[in-house]
């Protein structure tokens, strides 16, 4: 029995474990409770709720107030997950507006929020050349991931979950641990939710995906940034903005895959081939931390 809270404190259960099956389980739970029209609508939320769970398992419980940046990000995480519920229960353009406003309070305010005293430190330059460059790299992100939203909801936690992982390692070689594993836990999460948007009448992923997964992925990016802002970081994190733009070869690739295979076939084979190009960036930037190391200067 003894033996019972290591395993569950173990960093690969932290890290990959729990937030995959939070992701895998919580929404047939949330079908279970809430009914099986809103359960499914809101089981996004299985993904930052993965995300946080595996956080306060590494850091323990928050602190109130919180004193960093990464003790603030639980909290962030809260704020998105409840947002994301919120509108899972909206429907069409107002979801969608929803949705966008969502983006600016969350992934804006918490960005500043867990700035705090920071901002007080950087030259007017320094500060402006930051957040224009955080609000422009996130923006993009999020515009990108939030096209087919409704439409191939599995092909964005597939990009998510490739770019979690790649924010994840580049940390990890290029930055701090516990921002590594923040990135490792939301690609678990992301990858325990994906059976849900595969099979056919269950979970959607919309624009409260747009919230619950985008936008924590822009969070643990950012968080990632103003913890280590060198030259490495920026130039990694660029590379893994392509990854939300291999949408457009593989719209034509799967268009002639389409033609010979059956309406599921084609999909995952379209899925297999959109991880296989959405890879190569992720690659290139992870080798990229491997090889520079965390060295270069800001």
Same mark, same amino acid.
């Given at each position: 029995?003894?033996?019972?809270?290591?395993?569950?404190?173990?960093?690969?259960?932290?890290?990959?474990?729990?937030?995959?099956?939070?992701?895998?389980?919580?929404?047939?739970?949330?079908?279970?409770?809430?009914?099986?029209?809103?359960?499914?609508?809101?089981?996004?939320?299985?993904?930052?709720?993965?995300?946080?769970?595996?956080?306060?398992?590494?850091?323990?419980?928050?602190?109130?107030?919180?004193?960093?940046?990464?003790?603030?990000?639980?909290?962030?995480?809260?704020?998105?997950?409840?947002?994301?519920?919120?509108?899972?229960?909206?429907?069409?353009?107002?979801?969608?507006?929803?949705?966008?406003?969502?983006?600016?309070?969350?992934?804006?305010?918490?960005?500043?929020?867990?700035?705090?005293?920071?901002?007080?430190?950087?030259?007017?330059?320094?500060?402006?050349?930051?957040?224009?460059?955080?609000?422009?790299?996130?923006?993009?992100?999020?515009?990108?991931?939030?096209?087919?939203?409704?439409?191939?909801?599995?092909?964005?936690?597939?990009?998510?979950?490739?770019?979690?992982?790649?924010? /994840?390692? %580049? &940390?990890?070689? !290029?930055?701090? $641990?516990? #921002? +590594?594993?923040?990135?490792? =836990?939301?690609?678990?999460? *992301? @990858?325990?939710?994906?059976?849900?948007?595969?099979?056919?009448?269950?979970?959607?992923?919309?624009?409260? /995906?747009? %919230? &619950?997964?985008? !936008?924590?992925? $822009?969070? #643990? +990016?950012?968080?990632?940034? =103003?913890?280590?802002?060198? *030259? @490495?970081?920026?130039?990694?994190?660029?590379?893994?903005?392509?990854?939300?733009?291999?949408?457009?070869?593989?719209?034509?690739?799967?268009?002639?895959?389409?033609?010979?295979?059956?309406?599921?076939?084609?999909?995952?084979?379209?899925?297999?081939?959109?991880?296989?190009?959405?890879?190569?960036?992720?690659?290139?930037?992870?080798?990229?931390?491997?090889?520079?190391?965390?060295?270069?200067?800001?």
């Amino acid at each position: 029995m003894s033996d019972i809270p290591s395993l569950i404190e173990h960093p690969m259960a932290v890290t990959l474990i729990w937030p995959l099956m939070i992701g895998l389980l919580l929404p047939p739970a949330l079908r279970w409770l809430a009914g099986s029209t809103t359960g499914w609508r809101v089981a996004v939320v299985a993904v930052p709720l993965g995300l946080l769970a595996g956080l306060v398992l590494m850091l323990g419980r928050p602190a109130l107030p919180p004193p960093s940046s990464t003790q603030k990000l639980p909290y962030v995480l809260t704020a998105a997950a409840a947002a994301a519920a919120l509108i899972g229960l909206l429907n069409g353009r107002v979801a969608r507006v929803a949705s966008g406003l969502a983006c600016v309070l969350v992934v804006g305010g918490g960005v500043l929020w867990m700035l705090g005293g920071r901002l007080l430190r950087y030259e007017t330059v320094d500060l402006v050349l930051l957040l224009g460059g955080l609000g422009l790299g996130l923006g993009v992100l999020i515009a990108r991931l939030s096209l087919r939203a409704d439409s191939d909801g599995a092909g964005r936690m597939v990009l998510v979950i490739l770019d979690a992982a790649g924010l /994840g390692a %580049v &940390a990890l070689h !290029g930055g701090t $641990a516990s #921002i +590594a594993q923040a990135g490792f =836990m939301l690609a678990a999460a *992301g @990858l325990g939710f994906l059976p849900w948007l595969l099979l056919p009448g269950r979970a959607g992923f919309g624009a409260a /995906g747009v %919230v &619950a997964a985008v !936008g924590v992925l $822009a969070l #643990i +990016a950012a968080h990632l940034v =103003m913890s280590r802002p060198s *030259g @490495l970081i920026a130039a990694c994190l660029a590379i893994l903005l392509l990854v939300p733009f291999a949408d457009g070869p593989v719209l034509r690739i799967t268009a002639r895959i389409g033609g010979r295979l059956g309406g599921n076939w084609a999909r995952l084979a379209g899925l297999v081939v959109l991880a296989a190009v959405a890879v190569v960036p992720v690659l290139i930037a992870v080798a990229i931390a491997m090889l520079v190391g965390a060295g270069l200067p800001g």
